[in-house]
Structure formats: C-alpha cells, structure tokens
C-alpha cells in the first residue's frame, strides 16, 4: 500500500509519523505454525500438519495484536475526535476457488477476496463509545464502566464496525432491511432523509432483489473514499443542487456500492467491472426514472447567461459519457476486464467505473425488452446460493439474450478497441434515403442510426453488423437529417461525424464560438475565444483574444490563434500554433503530436523576433500503465528571425535555423524523481550536444535532497559573439522557449531572472558562458520547510582558456516549485557576497507565468 501512495503521489503515508501506522503484530496459532507469504505479505500461510481431507474440519485458535492506523490515509482508522472505522484489518479466510486461494495485499481498493464466512464477535467498549456494525446485535451488557457488544452475522464477505460518543448514526427501518447510516445531509429535515432513504431502498431492492443481509451500514466515510466525482469538486459557496439531491445521489452511490460489495459473491479485483457496472447502470436508471429533467450543472441551466453551454444543458447523465471518454481521447483508457490494481488513478476511481455502465446501458438499449435487468437480478439470485466467477454472470446475459452477444465481451469488455462510424456516402429521394457507413476503427458492434425532423425521432434502426460496401436504404418518413448514434447510447470514441443533413447547402455542423470553454458538442464545430493578458519588459502588457478548438475533451486536430496588442509600441503582435494528435492504440509509442507553432514579440526595445518550429513529439510508455517512467524523443527545427536593434550586439545571430532533437526518460513518484535528458542541436555555424540528470529525493523528515548534473560540448563552433554559448547562471535563450520577462536586459531586476538550464549557478560570475564546454553539478536541501541550502560547483572551458572550476551556495526560497523561487547568494568564486554592496542585484528568482505548470502539480497523480 505505502508503494502505491508513493506512485500517486500521496505524501501523508510516507511522513506519516509511526504512531499514526498501523500494523498486525504478535500473531500466534494455537498448535501451528505460519508464515508471511513472500509476495504477499498481507496473506499469512498456516501450515498444517496433515492434509485436509474433504469435509474434514480444523479448529484455528489466533492470537494477534492490531494497532489501529489514523484514518487519514484510507479513512479507516481513528480520527482526532476519537471516532473508529474499523474495516479490512482483522485476519479472515481468503476466498478460495479452482485455481487455489486467491491472494493479494492490500491496496486501499476495496477489493479483498474474502472467504464466505459466518461471524460470532464480542466487543468489549468504554460505555459513553456507541457501537454501529453491519453485523447483527444479538445483546449488550454493560458492567464497570464498560459495554459488551455480543454480534454475528452469516455467509457475510466482510463486516465493519464505527465507534462514536455523540451517536450520529441514524437508524432507518423497513419490512425488508435496517439502514445505520450517518451520511451528512445539510439542512435536509429528518422527515426528508427518512423518504430519500425509502425511496433509495425500495427501487434497489425492486430492481437488483432483497438485501441478503437484513442489515447493511452507509457511511460518510464510505462515500468520502469514493465520491460522486463533479459534485465533490463544487466550492461549498457554489449550489447548483438542492440540499435533498446532492444527499440523495450520496446516499444512492453509498447504497448500491455497499449493496453490491456484500452481495456479490466475486473475486472483486479481477471483476470489478461487473461491481461497477451494475452500480452505474442502477445509478442511470434511477436518475432517468426520478430526476428525468436533472442537467449536469443543475440549477446553472436555468440561467440564461449560459443557455449556449453544452456543459451546462447537458443531461445529469451525460458526464459518465464524456468522463470516460476524458481517458480515452488522451488514449489512457484500459480494458474492463483489467484487475482493478492495474488501473491507473483517474480509471480506477472514475473512468473504467463509468465506461463499465455505458456499457450495460449499451447492451440494454441493443436488447430492450429488460433483458439486462432480468439478467442482473437473476445473477444475484444465483449469488445467495453459491460463490460465483464472471463466467456465471456472462453464461447468463448470453442465455437470455434472443441476439448473439459475444461482441459485448470481446469488444467492450475484454479489450480497449474504440468505436467509431460515419457516414460515407447519403443519397435520398422524397420518401426513402440510401446511405454506407464506414467503419473508421473496424470494430465490429452494433448501431444505431435514426432519422430526425425538427429534433424529433421518426425512425430508429439497429445494424448488428456494418459490411464495407453496403448500402442500407430506410423509408425517410420526411426526416431532416441521419444521425447515427443519436441518443449517445453508445460509447462512441467519435460523436461529431455522425451526422448527414438531408437538406440542401445546410452544414452538418455549423459553426457556434464560446466564450472561456465547454465541453464539447457534437452538433456543432466550436470556436473558443478568451481574453488573455500577458506582459514582458519591451512590449508592456499584451492584451488580446485567444481563439482555439480545444474542448474538455482531446481532439485530433487543434488550431490556437492568439492575436494581442502591444500597449508600449501600439503595434500588433502574438503567437499561434496547429497541431494534429496521433494515437497508437496498441503500441509503447501511444502518442504522436506534429505541432507548427509561431510566436511574433519583441526581443529588445526597439526590435522584433519572429520564430517558427515546426515540431514532432513522440511519447512512450511501458506495458504496464501505472509505471510513472515517461520516455519522449523531440523532433523541431526553429527557425529566427530577429530585427537588428542598438542594444545587443549579436554577431551573425539576426537570422538563424537550428535543428534540435531531445530524448527525455523521466520516472516519478513521491520519494524519488529521476529525469534524464539527452540535447542535440545543430546549426551551419555551430553543433552542441549535452545531458542533464535530475534527481530528487524525499526523506521521511520531509527534507528534500535535489541534485542536478549537467554536462555539455560544443561539436563545432564557428560564431564569436558568444550568443550561442553555454550560460553559466543565465543562457541567452537563443531557441525563445523560456519565458524570460526581460530576454536582453543586462542590468536591472530582469536581469535576474533565472532558468533551470545549462550551468544553472545563481551568482553572476565573472565568466559567465563558455565556448567549448561546460559541466556542472547543482544540489539543494531542504533545513527548514520551504527554506534550502544550495550549493553550484562545476568546469567550463573557453577556446585558449585552460578550464576553469567555479562555485557558489547560498539559500533557496521554494515558496512554489518551479513557479515562484527565490536565490540568496552567500559565497561564491566572487568570494562572500551576503552583506556586499548592491546585494540585491545578486538575488535571483524563477519566476513562471504559465498555468499549465501548476495544473500539472495537481493532475500528476491522477494520470
């Protein structure tokens, strides 16, 4: 567990001080031995001294001591108030089926494979602690300041318990099943949490069948471990939805959650998807059938100032499709039938949970008739007799059904293939209409295609296979346009080439522009425009309006036109750039961007730069997607054109092309970082390569050791004016990818400004840049919080100079990484710069303006 913290980017588990840990210890078996399983250090393997023989039986007798962890890393635990969620932390057999006993460690995923077991359970408690279990109470005693809780419980997976002195839990009761839940709902009166709980109760119970157990817990702490994700996001300031909706869709997503968990006799790694697509699928159906009208930002469609939105109109039910297809346009997606502990983040909390029950909604639209609820509660009739695989669960959908089914698990289930059809070629007369439809991704599903007059559906057709070359003719029944896939039944990769407009010169998307962003909207081809300011030294501020096709989700093509306005020169300027994404969907090599991008800015007071790169990145990733190891190799030619200014002096640099490739190998997670990167660039005038290597360790005192070493040659030199040379403490920049505020300034706080690249010292030496190469080593650690040490050592060779060892250390400010950081020289190859004349001007700082960096610190752990 404490290794998968670590890969997501999870630092409370690893700073956690020991008190807070919590472990099994002192585990003793009366006339036995045991031992850890070595790969499995969570399973402990009892040796017997004889074979057990069929329908013999062994009484074990376990003696063992569990600290109780703080509930802060998993939400089991204590907490400071002194309340206990006690769950997943006693010894209980592991299931066993015909492969063995299945064995896994814990993962924070919910997913134990327990044996089925009957429970008999005493509990001894101070007296003012109250005592809610899943389990049945059978009696208490209290005697001496202490109460005994005697329960039990049978053919039970698993059980909880929750001790709490102020008695927040709340008892529901109907003819079917007790309800202790203390799911917080604010300002939702008694009377109304009693009818939400009923309503919720009465349709699972008439859609999935009665609770096996009688009695079942819901808590906060259940849903905090697994929100509704969109609804967790809102500020608190922000209430879209009622107080009574946002408590039922907590209750209803707690409810089918702990209902399935105990009810389904699975092994809940490997079939995970069944788990949560029958909870997503209940979750749909149940908003269809009580919040028909229900819109995804709630309240905020009523407001006439987003009516153009389509994140605002769209129906509540609508984000399961575009969440899972978040992951699949950025081709992170995974297969269904994947064990839930190879899921990355984003899949296994939200995506492969919603993919799942767009999948049974799929199947059900295909078969109608209840075909798929039938078979659901079928299968958990079959779950009260007897343990069962998914190979119960897909023998039962495929005897029900009256169509062949075998697509649903071999294309949605067991594999990552995307849909993707459109129409090719639409002829029509006044009462029919021919069309063939290609198959753009050749996988083979079924469907749909209707006809539409005035947003009215006048046909609907199913097409349980498309073969290349058929041409399919329907009655027209005076539609206006074909859609395939209308409805979004379909976890369709692709929505905006499913239409066909039946009448003359009318678009089949016209164009809709956006103010900020949306999601996207399949009937129309959006622009997004959005004021944007920006500011260096020689142009002021840069206002102006950023025009782009970027949606919420990723497209294969982007265009980003960013036009401003200089406020010093009055003239125009800006940047703009096009990029096409390929995916590989079945290679280490899964992304492809071709990006040619151009930037039009001033690079001195008096004089502009015009740069154009058309450039190529190439992504890899290993088999396994939640190793944090990145690998990208980077392709451009940058090609400069710069205005001559009386400023600098840049001998033959006016105008320039230089080709350069990078390799990057990066491997991230919470303890350690690594990062190496190879540079190669080639110019008529000059040639250069270089290799960096960053790495990055996080101590258990929340100390940080960085180290980064650098080391570079020129391969041939022919410039002199030093302009393409390695930069000790601040490179020039020459390729303009640095967001330097004052590029040329040479005195003055711009000149201050720092970028984590070549020598990377701090003081401003005497010699500052080196013609024949340069190696470096810079380091920092943390003493305080956000307060570091560093220190700069390294070699730099000029042509006719022997090379020469400089230095410098001083403190670092990390108030925000790689964002906002301050330099404090102290001694250098200067000699002792604190206290000196102008010490100001030797302080240094990064400082980023680019919102993508810290949106990068928060989605790291999720992707």
């Not at 017997?48 to 063992?64: A, E, F, G, R, V």
């Not at 869709?249 to 389904?264: A, H, P």
């Not at 198959?439 to 749909?448: C, D, G, L």
Request: glycine letters at 4%; a positive charge.
């Amino acid at each position: 567990m404490a290794k998968r913290f670590s890969d997501e980017f999870e630092r409370g588990f690893h700073l956690a001080k020991e008190k807070e840990r919590g472990r099994t210890s002192g585990i003793s078996i009366s006339y036995y031995t045991w031992e850890r399983d070595a790969n499995f250090p969570d399973v402990i393997l009892v040796r017997l001294k004889d074979k057990l023989l069929p329908n013999q039986k062994i009484t074990l007798s376990l003696s063992y001591t569990v600290k109780i962890p703080s509930d802060r890393f998993t939400k089991y635990g204590y907490n400071e108030s002194g309340k206990m969620y006690l769950k997943n932390c006693f010894l209980v057999p592991a299931r066993y089926d015909n492969h063995g006993f299945v064995k896994y460690n814990n993962l924070n995923l919910d997913d134990c494979a327990n044996a089925v077991s009957d429970y008999e359970i005493t509990i001894k408690l101070p007296e003012n602690l109250d005592l809610n279990s899943d389990l049945n109470e059978i009696k208490k005693e209290t005697a001496n300041g202490f109460t005994t809780y005697y329960l039990n419980g049978k053919n039970r997976l698993d059980f909880t318990f929750f001790t709490d002195d102020k008695k927040e839990f709340e008892i529901f009761k109907n003819n079917d099943i007790e309800v202790v839940s203390n799911i917080s709902g604010n300002k939702v009166s008694d009377i109304q949490r009693a009818i939400i709980v009923d309503q919720i109760v009465n349709y699972v119970t008439e859609n999935l069948g009665k609770f096996p157990n009688g009695k079942i817990t819901v808590s906060q702490a259940d849903y905090d471990r697994n929100p509704f994700y969109g609804l967790n996001q809102l500020p608190f300031f922000i209430s879209p939805f009622t107080n009574e909706f946002l408590y039922e869709i907590k209750f209803l997503k707690t409810y089918t959650s702990n209902y399935l968990r105990n009810s389904l006799k699975l092994d809940p790694r490997k079939d995970a998807w069944i788990y949560d697509g029958i909870q997503v699928y209940t979750m749909m159906k149940y908003i269809e059938e009580f919040h028909p009208n229900s819109k995804m930002m709630g309240s905020v469609a009523k407001l006439k100032l987003f009516k153009g939105y389509n994140l605002v109109s769209q129906d509540f039910n609508g984000q399961y499709s575009y969440l899972y297809m978040l992951m699949a346009r950025k081709n992170l997606d995974q297969a269904l039938s994947n064990p839930k502990n190879s899921l990355i983040r984003f899949n296994e909390k939200i995506s492969s949970k919603y993919k799942a029950g767009l999948s049974f909604r799929y199947l059900d639209s295909y078969l109608e008739n209840d075909i798929v609820a039938n078979s659901i509660q079928q299968f958990l009739v079959l779950n009260k007799e007897k343990q069962t695989t998914k190979e119960d669960f897909e023998a039962i959908l495929t005897t029900n059904s009256p169509k062949k089914i075998d697509w649903f698990f071999d294309k949605m289930i067991n594999s990552r293939e995307i849909i993707d059809y459109k129409f090719e070629k639409v002829t029509q007369t006044k009462d029919s209409i021919s069309f063939s439809i290609k198959n753009k991704t050749e996988t083979n599903v079924p469907i749909s295609v209707y006809g539409i007059k005035d947003k009215n559906v006048v046909f609907k057709k199913w097409y349980d296979t498309i073969a290349a070359d058929s041409v399919y003719t329907v009655s027209r029944n005076d539609a206006h346009k074909i859609v395939i896939n209308y409805n979004n039944e379909i976890p369709e990769f692709n929505r905006r080439n499913n239409w066909r407009s039946l009448r003359p010169f009318h678009l089949n998307r016209p164009i809709k522009f956006n103010f900020f962003k949306d999601l996207e909207d399949p009937y129309y081809n959006q622009i997004i425009y959005i004021p944007t300011l920006e500011y260096n030294l020689y142009d002021g501020f840069l206002p102006g309006i950023r025009f782009h096709n970027k949606t919420l989700l990723d497209k294969p093509f982007n265009f980003d036109i960013n036009p401003t306005i200089s406020t010093k020169t009055k003239n125009l300027s800006g940047k703009g750039a096009f990029l096409y994404n390929q995916y590989n969907r079945d290679s280490n090599l899964y992304s492809i961007k071709y990006i040619l991008s151009g930037h039009y800015l001033h690079y001195a007071p008096d004089a502009y730069y015009t740069k154009l790169a058309p450039t190529v990145f190439m992504f890899f990733r290993p088999d396994n997607f939640r190793d944090n190891r990145k690998q990208t190799l980077v392709f451009k030619e940058i090609i400069v054109n710069k205005e001559k200014t009386a400023f600098t002096v840049d001998e033959n640099s006016e105008n320039y092309s230089v080709f350069n490739a990078k390799y990057y190998n990066t491997k991230t997670e919470v303890t350690n970082h690594i990062q190496f990167l190879a540079d190669f660039q080639y110019e008529k005038s000059f040639g250069k390569l270089a290799s960096e290597i960053q790495y990055r360790k996080l101590f258990d005192n929340n100390r940080t050791l960085n180290v980064r070493v650098f080391a570079g040659t020129f391969l041939h030199n022919k410039t002199t004016s030093g302009y393409f040379d390695f930069g000790l403490d601040r490179p020039s920049d020459y390729l303009f990818e640095s967001e330097y505020l004052g590029r040329s300034e040479t005195s003055g706080v711009f000149s201050q400004q720092l970028i984590v690249a070549d020598g990377f010292f701090k003081s401003m030496l005497e010699t500052r840049t080196a013609n024949r190469w340069m190696t470096t080593l810079n380091a920092n650690y943390t003493i305080w919080n956000w307060i570091d040490v560093y220190a700069d050592a390294g070699f730099m060779k000029n042509k006719g100079i022997e090379p020469k060892f400089v230095y410098d250390n001083g403190i670092r400010l990390n108030l925000v990484t790689d964002y906002f950081e301050l330099f404090l020289p102290v001694y250098s190859s200067n000699g002792w710069e604190i206290g000196q004349q102008n010490y100001g001007e030797r302080i240094r700082f990064i400082a980023t303006f680019r919102p993508e960096t810290l949106i990068n610190l928060f989605t790291r752990k999720w992707f």
